[in-house]
């Protein structure tokens, strides 16, 4: 056993693992394709301002969970990612897309990085793919990301999600809340928590975010932002609403939905999982038509996305039972050596197979023939190639079938043609 391990809140994902990851990936790369969505990818760390206008500084990830380094002499802070739609809206701002065209589909897999205390589904490395449409933000594009994300869901399997989604209004709207939200808690100053009392002057809406369960009723007894939107607010959530329902997509709404990030105005929406318990949360998001100007732009940049978190998605399909049948891809062949003087050859004719196209494992380490038959099983491959004296002289080999136990001999010819037949489907295309 080594002496080093992980570092606390990271973790090492094996190639069954590795299998699920690339499953959920592949299903989040086809549908983003189909919505129109391209990929981008933006570094893992930004200035560390980016992140504190952008997400706002009376966030617990600005103000607790950030790691923050000087990589130079030159005394100016960076920050590893603590979330992607900062970055993404700072690469479309810094590249003037915008003069390009005027509407955006952008999507990502990518790491990031907070110090959060680890747990099932939480750790201080974690992975997240979501999409953000950047250059509009009606409600039919608030819709089609969240059509887009569930889309998501359902092609993976998921059952029994719940959708929250809330309006939290404009910046009039929330002015006013603002102050009725202030009024109602300044009475319980007393019992609120250090992080309550905080958040009182600097941002009272985020009181209705805290996990405290002293302050739950409390928080239940405050005003509604819904009663303190404008006729224009309320008109936008209502189609927003009204696209979801025609799309059969079921929700919930919940008032005292807020989410973490300072950026959010109007839709707000969550997706939670009954199976995760207390953390329940799968993904969410939301539109922030702000986000752009708190970022130096001259002007508004009307934008929305989802962020899903991977490694709770990946418990949730545990727990549902999705995940038994995605298994690492197995080689279709496994090349036998019978005699180790034609290693080489054996090793030529592995090289031939790879290049058709068809995953080939052979042995590198010089076990006996019965040994490299069962690890022929043990990683379940599809045939035996054997190997032996009279395939070298006369150019035919004995190819097994080790589901069926049938065996042939054949010329290398042959034997690549048999073994394209059941590895179309999955074949490496070179």
Known sequence: ???????????????????????????????????????????VFEYTELFQRGIGLTTDIVGKEMFSFQPDTKGRSVTLRPEMTAGVMRAALQYNLFSLAPVHKLYYIGELFRKERPQAGRQRQ?????????????????????????????????????????????????VRYREALQSYFVPFYEILDEASRERLEKNPLRILDSKNPVLQELVAGAPRLY??????SLRDFEKVLFYLAERNIAYDIDHRLVRGLDYYSHTAFEVTSSVLGAQDAIGGGGRYDGLARELGSSSDVPASGFAVGMERLLITMEKQGLLTTINPLRPLVYVVVQQQELVDHALTIAWRLRKAGIRTEIDLVARSMKSQMREANRIRASYALFIGKTEYTTGSYALKNLLTSEQT???LEDVLQVLHQPATKERINL
């Open 1 to 43: 056993m080594s002496q080093y391990q992980a570092v606390k809140g990271t973790k090492d994902i094996f190639p069954e693992e590795v299998a699920q990851w690339k499953y959920v990936e592949g299903i989040v790369h086809t549908l983003a394709s189909l919505y129109g969505f391209s990929e981008i990818r933006t570094p």
């Open 126 to 174: 974690f992975s997240q793919f979501g999409a953000e449409l950047l250059g509009v933000s009606s409600p039919a594009a608030v819709a089609e990301v969240i059509t887009l994300m569930m889309q998501v869901f359902e092609s993976l399997g998921l059952k029994e999600l719940k959708l929250r989604i809330n309006t939290l209004g404009d910046t009039e709207d929330r």
């Open 227 to 232: 009663d303190y939107l404008n006729d224009s």
């Open 409 to 411: 001999t054949l010329s």
